[in-house]
């Protein structure tokens, strides 16, 4: 079992920034990968970013160059900053870590919201 933590949402102006912060417990060993999804009334869930042990990281078109996703190991967490904030960017952000055994668990999401 692996829990997910997130903060760091909130209320933004378009243009905005903020960081959101993932941190995992339990059986991080298991993990292989830890992402950002978002989902918003109306559409489906996607995925924003995720990031690998090793760093490698993928990016969703519609945040490359404004959002940068990181991962510290030694503190079970990983980071996205996300800058020049849209209101199409408003949605509910989900942390999503991803096991050696291709299991998945949820963090209970954060809501990011841009608006002026």
């Known amino acids: 079992q692996v829990q997910l933590v997130e903060s760091g949402g909130g209320l933004v102006q378009p243009g905005g920034s903020l960081r959101l912060s993932c941190a995992a417990s339990g059986s991080i060993f298991s993990i292989s990968v830890m992402g950002w999804y978002r989902h918003s009334p109306g559409k489906q869930r996607e995925l924003v970013a995720n990031i690998t042990t090793s760093g490698s990281t993928n990016y969703a078109d519609s945040v490359k160059g404004r959002f940068t996703i990181s991962r510290d190991n030694a503190k079970n967490t990983v980071l996205l900053q996300v800058n020049s904030l849209r209101p199409e960017d408003t949605a509910v952000y989900y942390c999503?870590?991803?096991?050696?055994?291709?299991?998945?668990?949820w963090g209970q999401g954060t809501q990011v919201t841009v608006s002026s």
């Open positions: 999503n870590s991803h096991t050696l055994r291709s299991l998945d668990y």
